[in-house]
């Protein structure tokens, strides 16, 4: 698995190489191949692209971020967390539709076989994952504490290891309903 700050070296050199300070902020750039450009229409054009496999699936994290911030409003900071943001609240969306998805799946477990707590499970997973995302993203950032880079560094993990869980637990409730 590649390690979400590897991701970043590139930002990281382009940051300092624009001097990234923070004047201005990105409108949206278009994605080529997608109907509206935005980062909810490029990650939808993505995913059904890498339809069915989850290995290219889970490489459409940062697919807007990406062009967004080769715009000339993102190569700021404050471009570039405006980039990494709209993607984000993307890939949040997909997390909590399918988290309603798994908590009905849940409930059924457990009323048909009430000791599986399949419900109470599942929900212990959620803040067992949600703190480990917290946690691995300011690790990966902890270097640059102190810098402008250091909230660029969490807001690119937490994408991608968001990303990566929205795929995995898709492809597991698939496989589940596919049982």
Same mark, same amino acid.
């Not at 698995?1 to 001097?19: E, K, V, Y």
């Not at 405006?82 to 993307?90: F, H, K, N, T």
């Not at 399918?98 to 499970?121: I, N, S």
């Not at 102190?146 to 929205?166: H, K, P, S, W």
């Given at each position: 698995m590649r390690r979400p700050a590897a991701?970043?070296?590139g930002l990281i050199a382009l940051a300092a190489a624009t001097g990234a300070t923070g004047a201005g902020a990105p409108s949206g750039p278009a994605v080529a191949g997608t109907e509206d450009?935005?980062?909810?229409?490029a990650v939808a054009a993505c995913l059904a692209a890498a339809e069915p496999?989850? $290995? $290219?699936?889970?490489?459409?994290?940062?697919?807007?971020?990406?062009?967004?911030m080769e715009s000339p409003?993102?190569?700021?900071?404050?471009?570039?967390?405006?980039?990494?943001?709209?993607?984000?609240?993307?890939w949040e969306e997909m997390r909590a539709e399918t988290w309603k998805a798994l908590r009905a799946d849940a409930k059924? @477990?457990?009323? $048909?076989y009430p000791e599986a707590e399949a419900?109470?499970?599942l929900r212990r $997973?959620?803040?067992?994952?949600?703190?480990?995302?917290?946690?691995e993203c300011r690790? @990966?950032?902890?270097?640059?504490?102190?810098?402008t880079i250091y909230g660029l560094i969490v807001g690119n993990c937490t994408l991608t290891l968001t990303a990566e869980r929205v795929v995995a637990q898709r492809a597991r409730l698939l496989e589940e309903r596919n049982r």
């Amino acid at each position: 698995m590649r390690r979400p700050a590897a991701r970043f070296a590139g930002l990281i050199a382009l940051a300092a190489a624009t001097g990234a300070t923070g004047a201005g902020a990105p409108s949206g750039p278009a994605v080529a191949g997608t109907e509206d450009g935005s980062a909810r229409a490029a990650v939808a054009a993505c995913l059904a692209a890498a339809e069915p496999d989850p $290995a $290219a699936r889970r490489a459409c994290a940062g697919i807007y971020a990406t062009v967004c911030m080769e715009s000339p409003e993102g190569q700021t900071t404050v471009g570039m967390s405006q980039c990494l943001g709209e993607e984000l609240a993307v890939w949040e969306e997909m997390r909590a539709e399918t988290w309603k998805a798994l908590r009905a799946d849940a409930k059924q @477990a457990d009323a $048909a076989y009430p000791e599986a707590e399949a419900l109470p499970t599942l929900r212990r $997973a959620r803040r067992a994952w949600t703190a480990y995302r917290e946690a691995e993203c300011r690790a @990966a950032a902890a270097p640059y504490s102190g810098g402008t880079i250091y909230g660029l560094i969490v807001g690119n993990c937490t994408l991608t290891l968001t990303a990566e869980r929205v795929v995995a637990q898709r492809a597991r409730l698939l496989e589940e309903r596919n049982r």
